[in-house]
C-alpha cells in the first residue's frame, strides 16, 4: 500500500525540514511506520479557498500501523521502570489489561489547528491515557458509586449527594461509610486530601496490542445557534467534524503502586470498576471510552 502526503506551504518550517525526504513522493508502508505519529497527527491537510485557510484532518492520519515491535519495547521499558520501584518497598500492580469495547477518544478538547485533538505520546507519538486521567476517573467513579449509595438510603438528591461526597474527599471528612469492602476512610488514603497525599500511584496506561485508529464525525446540524446567530432551524446546514479515535479491540495495560498491598488491590477493583462501567476520555455518555476484558 502507498500513502501519499502532500506538499503544503503552511507547514511549520521546522515540521517540513523533519519531513523533507517524505514531502513530494510515494511513501511506501515501511516508510510510512517510521513517522513519528505525533508530527503526522500534527500535520494536517491544509488548503486556500480564496483569503481563507481550510485546515481538515489528515484522511490518510488512520491507515497509519505501528510496529508490533515498537510497542512490545515501549511495554517492556516502561515494566522496567516500574518494577524498580519494588527495591524501594512498594507494591506493584501489573495485571490490569483492558481493551477498547468500541472507541477511544482522550484529549479530544486540547488545543489543536482543526479544533479536535488527541493525546499522543511526546516522545513515543502514540496514543496514550495520562496518570492523571486515570486516578481522575477512578476517583470520580468512588464519588458515584458512594454518592448513588447514600443517596438511596436517605432519600435525597443524587445530585445534592454527589456535592457532599466529592467536597468531603477533598476536605478529608470521613463519612464512615462501606461499600464493597471498601470504606470512605480507604478513599481518603488512595486519592489524597488537599492535607496529604493520596498513598497509590496512578500510572500512564499504554496500548499494548492491537493498535489502532479511526477517524470519527461530529456533526453539529445547528451551527448558526451554537455560535449564537440564529434559533436551531431545520434549514441550516450540518457540518461535519472530523476527529481521530482509538479503535476497538486495542488492548491497553494499567499500572498501579503502593506500600499496602490491601489499599492497592481495593484500587485495582475501582479501578476496572470505572472503566468498564463508566469509561474514560470524551464522549464516554455515547459509549466512547468504554473498556472490557
Excluded at 524501594?88 to 490490569?96: K, R
Excluded at 496514550?128 to 443517596?151: C, E, M, Q
Excluded at 489524597?192 to 446540524?221: C, R, S, V, W
Aim: charged residues 25%; negative net charge; aromatic residues 12%.
Amino acid at each position: 500500500m502507498n500513502i501519499k502526503i502532500l506538499q503544503n506551504d503552511y507547514f511549520n518550517k521546522d515540521i517540513k525540514s523533519i519531513f523533507n525526504i517524505y514531502l513530494n513522493q510515494e511513501i511506501t508502508q515501511n516508510k510510512f511506520n517510521d513517522i513519528n505519529f505525533f508530527y503526522l497527527f500534527n500535520m494536517p491537510s491544509i488548503s486556500k479557498k480564496g483569503n481563507k485557510l481550510e485546515i481538515k484532518l489528515n484522511e490518510y492520519i488512520d491507515k497509519f500501523t505501528w510496529n508490533s515491535l515498537f510497542i512490545e519495547n515501549i511495554k517492556n521499558r516502561i515494566e522496567r521502570t516500574i518494577s524498580n520501584l519494588k527495591n524501594i518497598g512498594l507494591y506493584i500492580c501489573s495485571d490490569i489489561t483492558l481493551k477498547v469495547s468500541w472507541r477511544l477518544i482522550v484529549g479530544l478538547g486540547a488545543s489543536h489547528p482543526q479544533e479536535t485533538s488527541m493525546t499522543l505520546h511526546h516522545i513515543y507519538g502514540i496514543p496514550y491515557i495520562p496518570g492523571s486521567a486515570v486516578k481522575g476517573v477512578t476517583r470520580h467513579w468512588a464519588v458515584l458509586k458512594f454518592a448513588d449509595n447514600i443517596a438511596r438510603e436517605i432519600n435525597e438528591s443524587f445530585e445534592k449527594v454527589i456535592e457532599r461526597v466529592s467536597s468531603a474527599l477533598e476536605t478529608d471528612v470521613d463519612l464512615n461509610k462501606e461499600i464493597d469492602g471498601i470504606t470512605f476512610k480507604d478513599l481518603l488514603e488512595i486519592f489524597g486530601t488537599q492535607e496529604h497525599e493520596g498513598k497509590i500511584i496512578f500510572f500512564d496506561a499504554y496500548p499494548i496490542e492491537n493498535l489502532k485508529l479511526k477517524i470519527d464525525i461530529m456533526n453539529p446540524h445547528y451551527p448558526d445557534y451554537y455560535t449564537g446567530n440564529e434559533p436551531p432551524t431545520d434549514w441550516q446546514n450540518p457540518i461535519p467534524i472530523k476527529f481521530l479515535t482509538v479503535d476497538s479491540n486495542t488492548k491497553f495495560q494499567f499500572y498501579l503502586a503502593g506500600k499496602n498491598k490491601e489499599l492497592l488491590d481495593k484500587t485495582k477493583s475501582l479501578l476496572k470498576e470505572a472503566l468498564i462501567n463508566y469509561g474514560i476520555g470524551a464522549k464516554t455518555s455515547l459509549g466512547y471510552g468504554i473498556f472490557e476484558e
